[in-house]
């Protein structure tokens, strides 16, 4: 790889919160790490440009091609939403990918945990994660790919028997042959983990377990995992307590308290990584930070199926690592980390003249305890200094600061109230420029996207009589489980 040439940026954002903004810097990098950045002389004859920070992570999300509103899912609680995910007919996996991907990165986002709990079917696993893969090594990112596990209670909180038996029957026996179906054994799940790390080993790409939540999954599957990730030293990733629902399914199957049942199967360890946890409580906030577990907070997604907020106050109290997941379901369905960080920050910044969030801890939320949940390792990313990784962005300072007032502005206030994805000018991913003037260099992002819809129009066109039986089938299915949860007050079998 030729050296590139070095950035002279107008500023420099080395750590936000912990180091102060440095006006006028010359970055350079060799390789995948930084070699060296310098204050700029006075008399430099090369202009700088541009905003340079560390780039962003994602710690939580699953790498969809298509977006919720366009699924028919607008506005649906976690628990009937879920259905809508099931009626598009099988894509190519590199296409949903790729698409996904390529949004990330265009907003600065390179490195990303990608939960895989909805395969697209048509090809083996192992050659569908590869194409997982494939996708992250043309676009450019690393991923932390999650391979989902589950074997217990595919169609509710409750046993799938409970479930069938309250359906209407004309949809009962659908919904038992299409989502009703028999796990592998436990030995069965684990092995495919390896499988898959085996397969994927030349693609950047950290291979994960992947539970998908408590209530999915069994004590000797949980058990397996929490083994199986001391043994391998592999990371595991899972959801936790993300609805109300949930949390009251929990209090009933453990009233011992969910957390520490985990505790005691050997899961909470600084490999974990638990999604949401909007309805834990302070002790178990306390349980989880004394164990090192990271929680990965899914600010827009809870919003937008009306999961709750998470009490972010409450676990920087208690001195949980948290790091930012975009659940594919940000503010405008656009991946844009951004706006993500700026919500965030909205909402937990404390109150009139008591701040509760400072730049140091959202930084470390938005950039740096994400990578970890990613990579499954603890190094000097989400920083810029010599020897750390080489993830930039830049962003265009003169659009970001365009009315600006005062040459010594400090940036990090502007960013926090303004800026976006349409101010990113280049993004570097372990020191590969990926994207120049906005646009992803690497991939042709609207070509992919275009094939993604051109082949779904297609299938749908095709199969048009058959999807549309199935999506109504789901949409009653959906309308049900309303009733089973909310009318009936079926939470806990």
């Avoid at 309805?279 to 990965?296: K, M, Q, S, Y």
């Avoid at 899914?298 to 009306?306: A, D, F, I, K």
């Avoid at 700026?342 to 305890?369: K, Y």
């Amino acid at each position: 790889m030729n050296t590139p040439a070095p950035w002279h940026c107008e500023w420099l954002l080395p750590a936000p919160g912990q180091r102060p903004a440095q006006r006028g810097a010359r970055l350079q990098w060799n390789g995948t790490n930084l070699t060296s950045w310098r204050n700029l002389a006075a008399d430099d004859p090369i202009p700088p440009q541009g905003l340079v920070l560390p780039a962003l992570a994602n710690a939580h999300d699953h790498a969809r091609g298509f977006r919720n509103a366009s699924l028919g899912a607008f506005g649906e609680p976690l628990e009937s939403w879920l259905p809508f995910l099931g009626w598009m007919p099988p894509m190519p996996p590199y296409l949903c990918a790729a698409t996904s991907l390529a949004r990330s990165a265009r907003h600065g986002v390179v490195n990303v945990l990608v939960h895989y709990t909805r395969v697209q079917g048509g090809l083996p696993y192992l050659e569908e994660a590869r194409e997982v893969g494939r996708a992250a090594r043309d676009v450019g990112v690393h991923i932390g790919f999650a391979v989902a596990l589950r074997d217990r209670q595919s169609l509710a909180y409750a046993p799938d028997h409970t479930v069938l038996e309250r359906l209407s029957p004309a949809i009962r026996d659908a919904i038992r042959r299409q989502l009703a179906s028999p796990a592998l054994p436990v030995a069965e799940q684990l092995a495919l983990v390896e499988e898959v790390a085996a397969a994927c080993a030349d693609y950047p790409m950290t291979v994960q377990y992947g539970p998908t939540g408590v209530q999915w999954c069994s004590n000797a599957l949980l058990e397996g995992v929490a083994q199986a990730s001391s043994d391998q030293q592999r990371p595991v990733h899972m959801h936790l307590l993300e609805t109300r629902r949930q949390r009251q399914w929990a209090d009933h199957a453990f009233p011992g308290g969910i957390v520490h049942h985990l505790d005691q199967l050997g899961l909470l360890t600084p490999q974990l990584t638990l999604a949401h946890c909007t309805w834990c409580r302070p002790d178990e906030l306390a349980l989880l930070a004394e164990r090192g577990v990271t929680i990965a907070v899914n600010t827009s997604s809870n919003l937008l199926l009306g999961s709750g907020i998470a009490p972010f106050e409450e676990m920087q109290r208690q001195g949980c690592r948290v790091a930012m997941g975009l659940d594919g379901l940000a503010l405008d369905e656009d991946d844009d980390a951004w706006r993500e960080l700026r919500l965030t920050w909205a909402l937990h910044r404390g109150r009139e003249f008591r701040p509760a969030l400072d730049a140091a801890t959202l930084w470390r939320f938005a950039a740096v305890n994400g990578r970890r949940a990613v990579t499954g390792k603890l190094d000097s990313g989400g920083v810029i200094d010599d020897g750390a990784p080489a993830d930039l962005i830049m962003l265009d300072w003169d659009a970001l600061n365009d009315d600006g007032l005062w040459p010594d502005h400090d940036p990090w206030p502007l960013i926090l109230a303004r800026a976006n994805g349409r101010h990113i000018n280049k993004v570097v991913a372990s020191g590969r420029l990926i994207v120049d003037q906005g646009r992803l260099l690497t991939v042709d992002e609207t070509a992919l996207t275009g094939e993604l819809h051109r082949r779904a129009r297609h299938a749908i066109d095709r199969d048009s009589a058959e999807i549309q039986a199935w999506r109504r089938t789901l949409a009653t299915f959906s309308r049900e489980l309303e009733a089973f949860y909310y009318h009936q007050g079926h939470c806990c079998g």
